[in-house]
């Protein structure tokens, strides 16, 4: 299974890059800072979505979509959480929020900057944001893929 992960997208114009490399998933995941409906829409034309609202979320994304959850890839349960506070307390923050789940992965956001991590035996990633570099190096957006494993791979956006 091949899964597009972005995160921050902050209703802001989506990457053709990123858009033609979902096309290639079986599942986007969004952790959350849509802003607006549009990039949730876009993504749905694509493929199916799994996501979760950010603290930059508008009420409607707060309704339509929870705080965390936790899906199923085959044999592995991968947590969606968007983060929340100081980027310093940003890891403990998201260990807290699946601290009684278990959980192979945790797929996050908040502070657009990339990870790709295995901590404790789970793999964090933060795709980064695909439309932002505030607070990060690059535009960036993730892939997940889970077959008899999960790995986790960072891909920078190319294009202007």
């Not at 096309?23 to 959350?32: C, F, P, S, V, W």
């Not at 929340?84 to 403990?92: F, I, R, T, V």
């Not at 789970?122 to 008899?148: K, Q, W």
């Amino acid at each position: 299974m091949r899964i597009g992960v972005l995160s921050d997208t902050h209703s802001r114009d989506l990457p053709k890059q990123m858009i033609e490399d979902f096309k290639k998933t079986d599942l986007i995941i969004h952790a959350g800072d849509f802003c607006s409906n549009n990039a949730l829409d876009t993504l749905k034309k694509i493929k199916d979505v799994k996501g979760v609202c950010g603290n930059m979320d508008e009420a409607s994304i707060r309704v339509a979509l929870p705080r965390s959850q936790v899906i199923q890839c085959g044999s592995y349960a991968i947590g969606i959480f968007h983060g929340e506070g100081h980027p310093n307390q940003l890891l403990d923050s998201i260990k807290q929020e699946f601290v009684n789940k278990k959980v192979d992965a945790i797929v996050f956001g908040h502070s657009h900057h990339p990870m790709n991590e295995m901590i404790d035996g789970i793999l964090f990633f933060n795709p980064g944001s695909p439309t932002d570099t505030v607070f990060a190096p690059y535009r960036s957006y993730g892939i997940l893929e889970v077959d008899g494993s999960i790995k986790g791979r960072i891909v920078k956006i190319n294009e202007e």
